[in-house]
């Protein structure tokens, strides 16, 4: 069987796009039975197209126990699963950097964005000041450390901080359209576009040996 009927035939990356469709289903029509089933299969899924553990396997565990707290309504549950998602960004940061580091002018722009961003919802996050300050700060940091990696995983970190960034505006009050299909469209291709750039497989295009991301 050549490589490429090989990547076609990727039965985890199949499984993660069904899983997708469905939690988007769920999210649209507000059915949260259907959300229990397919948002915690999303990491997993991803976890096994990696095929053997390697520097970004944590994170997508970690991912894994938050997608379950989030799943769960109160602040308490929500605290949790920003504690388990900081510890998803700063897994990603250590496994990203090890591979290079971040331009200058990634780490300027996305420090702006994210002093600007908690500067305008300041006022209306309460008691969830602190922990969004700090849990942001990671998550900038890492989409700043993805954009030395490659294109693919610098658009997958792009990606997270918009899913995070709608989830901060919904907590301080404001909701678009189909806010919860954004952030939900916006968060799986994250961890899309991450795995699938740090699984060693990704196109010779992108310019990036990513074989060390495939060591144990």
């Known amino acids: 069987m050549s490589t490429m009927t090989a990547r076609r035939l ?8 069904v899983a997708a469709a469905v939690e988007l289903v769920a999210v649209a029509a507000d059915v949260t039975a259907l959300q229990w089933v397919a948002k915690p299969l999303l990491a997993p899924l ?12 944590p994170a997508l565990v970690f991912a894994t126990a938050g997608d379950i707290a989030l799943l769960i309504p109160g602040q308490t549950a929500f605290l949790i699963g920003m504690l388990f998602f ?29 002093a600007g961003a908690n500067v305008l ?4 996050l ?13 998550l900038t940091a890492m989409a700043a450390a ?7 995983v610098a658009a997958g970190g792009a990606c997270f901080l918009v899913s995070d960034a709608l989830i901060g505006l919904g907590v301080a009050g404001f909701e ?19 795995a699938t750039g740090c699984d060693g497989r990704e196109s010779a295009g992108v310019g990036h040996d990513m074989n060390r ?4």
């Open 46 to 57: 991803l976890i096994a197209h990696l095929r053997r553990p390697g520097p970004i396997t």
């Open 10 to 17: 990727d039965l985890p990356l199949t499984l993660f796009a």
């Open 213 to 216: 991301f495939t060591a144990a």
């Open 176 to 194: 678009p359209p189909g806010h919860g299909v954004l952030v939900m469209a916006t968060y799986m291709a994250a961890l899309y576009l991450i």
């Open 86 to 114: 900081l510890g998803t960004q700063i897994t990603l940061i250590v496994a990203f950097l090890r591979r290079s580091r971040p331009p200058v002018a990634a780490m300027i722009g996305y420090g702006v964005v994210w």
């Open 126 to 138: 309460g008691a969830l000041r602190v922990p969004v300050m700090i849990y942001s700060l990671a």
């Open 121 to 124: 919802l300041w006022s209306r």
């Open 146 to 152: 993805a954009a030395g990696v490659s294109r693919r």
